[in-house]
């Protein structure tokens, strides 16, 4: 897949001094990534797009909220978030469209304050305890080269079933649960 044009462009630009724009245009293309100098000229002679031309207004706009001044102080807004700044922008009569206060705000590193709290944790390991012991004797040895051991636990009454092999299935083993203990035993080859 090609990189975008701006991307090569750019890369061109790091390395014309060096190299100069028609063998870098030359070796890019024995790599795979095809690219004339014509193409790389009308890029860097062509006019900003009227996106890139709005994207920096905007982004201007809202690095007067998130950037500190010279005190290194922010105004109030700088604790929103981009749905609240969209709001804000849209008051002040600004139309700018709420995705595009998003992707700016995203591509700047710009958050704003959330009262959420990070996700809760059911379980937590004490590092000091006793690891339980292997009761069921676990050998983790692989029958065959290519395999994976896997479980796909199907909750029955006592019965569960696992597969050897996830993309093909090729052996099914059943646990029963007979008298407190668990036993393994082969049903049989499924094709």
């Not at 700016?104 to 704003?112: E, Q």
Request: net charge positive; proline share 8%.
């Amino acid at each position: 897949m090609r990189p975008a044009t701006p991307l090569i462009c750019a890369f061109i630009d790091e390395h014309k001094e060096r190299y100069g724009v028609v063998p870098i245009c030359r070796a890019l293309g024995i790599q795979g990534v095809a690219i004339a100098p014509r193409t790389y000229w009308a890029y860097r002679s062509s006019a900003p797009s009227k996106r890139a031309l709005w994207d920096t207004t905007v982004t201007e706009i809202l690095a007067d909220y998130y950037e500190p001044d010279a005190d290194g102080k922010c105004p109030p807004e700088c604790l929103y978030g981009s749905l609240k700044m969209w709001a804000h922008l849209q008051r002040q009569g600004i139309p700018v469209a709420r995705r595009t206060v998003e992707r700016i705000m995203r591509h700047n590193g710009w958050r704003g304050v959330t009262r959420a709290r990070r996700a809760p944790r059911t379980t937590e390991r004490d590092p000091a305890a006793a690891r339980a012991p292997d009761l069921v004797g676990r050998r983790w040895r692989v029958a065959a080269p290519n395999l994976l051991d896997v479980a796909d636990i199907k909750c029955r009454r006592r019965h569960f079933m696992s597969y050897a092999d996830p993309r093909n299935m090729p052996m099914v083993l059943a646990m029963v649960q007979a008298s407190g203990s668990v036993e393994v035993q082969k049903v049989g080859i499924v094709a």
